[in-house]
């Protein structure tokens, strides 16, 4: 699990001008709705909340950027596929563990095609492949570090809509694009101790809400 305490500012920085839908969307409300195939609102909100989650584990897998959009397009079908009859069911695994099992079946999947076309690979799958324990999967601290990337972006448009914009510019030049602190001063007339005000309030928010999206996950409802 993630040390919601221990946010790098090197971390932060990775998620300059990102914006995503907010967690709580992932939630029964949303999955409720993807039982309906024809709801393609529902469908796309899904796709833009975990659609980079699934396509950077795809790329670090070692998918090129046109097999990880392959990747992320059966995904998605599959989850369709599961969602008729889609239960929840803590007591099973989190819905994180749920979605990188099916995305890591699409990556085998693609990976399998890909041998079988080189034919120099005589059929042979990837070592990762034929690992049967899930913990012990190489690809599964790839998993993890996409998905706490996911939730400090979930956490930056939580804390970013609940504070100033004032404070938000001030927190986005300092951690987020690092600027000078003088430079900072002079663009916005505001002085040091506003500057350091606002990077130790939202920092405090910013530990806050992703505690909350690390506990909600941990206690959050899981695929059947």
């Known amino acids: 699990m993630a040390d919601p305490g221990n946010v790098s500012t090197t971390e932060l920085r990775r998620h300059r001008g990102a914006v995503v839908p907010s967690w709580e969307a992932t939630r ?7 039982k309906d195939l024809g709801d393609h609102q529902g469908w796309q909100r899904f796709s833009d909340t975990y659609g980079g989650v699934i396509h950077g584990l ?23 596929r599961e969602m008729p009859d889609f239960r929840y069911d803590p ?24 041998a079988r ?25 790839v998993w993890e570090d996409e998905w706490r990337q996911h939730e400090l972006q979930c ?17 986005d030049l300092a951690v987020l694009q690092d600027w000078p602190t003088d430079r900072i001063c002079s663009l916005l007339g505001v002085n040091r101790a506003q500057i350091y005000m606002a990077r130790m309030r939202l920092n405090r928010l910013l530990k806050l809400e992703l505690g909350r999206i690390i506990a909600a996950e941990t206690a959050g409802p899981a695929a059947r």
């Not at 795809?58 to 369709?80: F, H, R």
């Open 91 to 114: 007591s099973r695994g989190s819905f994180k563990s749920w979605l990188f099992c099916v995305a890591r079946r699409r990556i085998a999947d693609l990976f399998r095609r890909r």
């Open 117 to 141: 076309q080189e034919r120099n690979l005589a059929g042979a799958a990837p070592e990762w492949e034929q690992l049967p324990d899930p913990a012990s999967d190489p690809l599964n601290p």
């Open 28 to 34: 029964h409300s949303l999955l409720t709705r993807l």
């Open 155 to 171: 956490a930056l448009e939580r804390v970013k809509q609940k504070v100033s914009p004032g404070q938000w510019q001030m927190f």
């Open 58 to 80: 795809a790329l670090k897998a070692g998918c090129s950027a046109t097999e990880a959009d392959e990747v992320l397009q059966e995904t998605l079908i599959s989850v369709a």
